[in-house]
T-cell receptor, first 108, second 115 residues
Framework: QKEVEQNSGPLSVPEGAIASLNCTYS??????FFWYRQYSGKSPELIMS????GDKEDGRFTAQLNKASQYVSLLIRDSQPSDSATYLC????????FGSGTQLTVLP | GAGVSQSPSNKVTEKGKDVELRCDPI?????LYWYRQSLGQGLEFLIY????????KSGLPSDRFSAERTGGSVSTLTIQRTQQEDSAVYLC?????????????FGEGSWLTVV
């Protein structure tokens, strides 16, 4: 089992819809959880961090964490074509471990 | 500099040659990571340096890969006897301390092509 797993996608949603990205992790001692966005040919950039169970909202982005289920998700409301990118889930335990990413395409 | 600096930005090398990739982290950052990203894939952890502690080398794929960090600052990733499967982007990142995933900064990467 991979340490961090994401739904592999690719995921396509129409403009204005909600995009839902999911991630599970295996290391129960994980304390910090992150979502990074990576445009093609660019380095990852942090968009959300979450540390405690529940929801965390930042603009159109909502991160959800459930430590009991070892599950973290990212919702993007009112998706825009500029949101088209690969989204990487990252979990901090012994070191910062990334999932393989989910490619999102928002169709105009 | 203001950000994480990596060099070279692009490297084409012949199979069997050795390559060195350099990372200059943000000044004062004690944590330094190397990741590898193959085309269309996620980030594969390679090695992690934290201050003066022994590095976490658990992600290095083979003994052809090694890394060092001199003086707690600049790091060099060395790949010996390169193979075509080593072709990837090698990303370096730094952060102020170990658990600062929210303040981890990536360099622009070194794109390695082995022909």
């Amino acid at each position: 089992q991979k340490e961090v797993e994401q739904n592999s996608g690719p995921l396509s949603v129409p403009e204005g819809a909600i995009a839902s990205l999911n991630c599970t992790y295996s290391d129960r001692v994980s304390q910090s959880f992150f979502w990074y966005r990576q445009y093609s040919g660019k380095s990852p950039e942090l968009i959300m961090s979450i540390y405690s169970n529940g929801d965390k909202e930042d603009g159109r982005f909502t991160a959800q964490l459930n430590k009991a289920s070892q599950y973290v998700s990212l919702l993007i409301r009112d998706s825009q074509p500029s949101d088209s990118a690969t989204y990487l889930c990252a979990v901090s335990a012994r070191q910062l471990t990334f999932g393989s990413g989910t490619q999102l395409t928002v169709l105009p | 500099g203001a950000g994480v600096s990596q060099s070279p930005s692009n490297k084409v090398t012949e199979k069997g040659k050795d390559v060195e990739l350099r990372c200059d982290p943000i000044s004062g950052h004690t944590a330094l990571y190397w990741y590898r990203q193959s085309l269309g894939q996620g980030l594969e952890f390679l090695i992690y340096f934290q201050g003066n502690s022994a590095p976490d080398k658990s992600g290095l794929p083979s003994d052809r890969f090694s890394a060092e960090r001199t003086g707690g600052s600049v790091s060099t990733l060395t790949i010996q006897r390169t193979q075509q499967e080593d072709s990837a982007v090698y990303l370096c990142a730094s952060s102020p301390d170990r658990y600062s995933g929210n303040t981890i900064y990536f360099g622009e990467g070194s794109w390695l092509t082995v022909v």
